[in-house]
């Protein structure tokens, strides 16, 4: 929201009614990807395939919601910035949706369900502190010398610092994605199991 009202000097009215809109569109949104999730049939799984797609896209959106062309302004700087910001939701859903379904793929038992979605909400609450704790000492060094507020942020400051997380933001989840896919070797003390109709992999003793 800084961004867009301060950098791009959009309304903060405005931005508030389009994020509303963007949570009521969710509302819609997150059911239907639901459904598309579960029907899908890949021999990757129904689960990897958009979450492989859904962070590629969403972290390419989120460089063009930070990196609005100069000669706008007025109405088509406004209809950039709300077209982007509800893209850049569509495309998180496509990933957000299918990392939480299979979560209880993993296990039948409630608590090791409950073990290992609080420990990925916990790993992506420090991971949201940290970006917020970082960003503030980032931006002022990557901003170039068009400052446009009184904290030395610029808009290319911004642009330049979503590049650098939509890159960690591919490294961390496709890479896992396809580091997952690779073969366990028959000499570890586990056998890989690959459970069927899904993408989630088992490990058992022998």
Known sequence: MYYYNVVLGVSSAFI???????????????PLMGMVVAKTKTKWGKFRPWLFIGTLLNAVILYF??????TLDGNGLIAYAAFTY???GVTYTMMDIPYWSMVPSFTNDPKDRNLVATVARTFSGIG????????PLVLPILSDGMTTTDKGYSASGFSKWAIICGIAKILADDGVEWIDTLPISMEQPYEYLEARDS??????KN
Request: net charge neutral; no cysteine.
């Open 16 to 30: 508030g009614t389009v994020m509303m809109l963007a949570r009521i569109f969710d509302a819609i949104n997150d």
């Open 65 to 70: 919601m930070f990196a609005a062309p100069p």
């Open 199 to 204: 993408d989630i992999v088992k490990l058992r």
């Open 86 to 88: 509800i893209l850049w």
């Open 128 to 135: 949201q502190g940290l970006v917020s704790i970082i960003t």
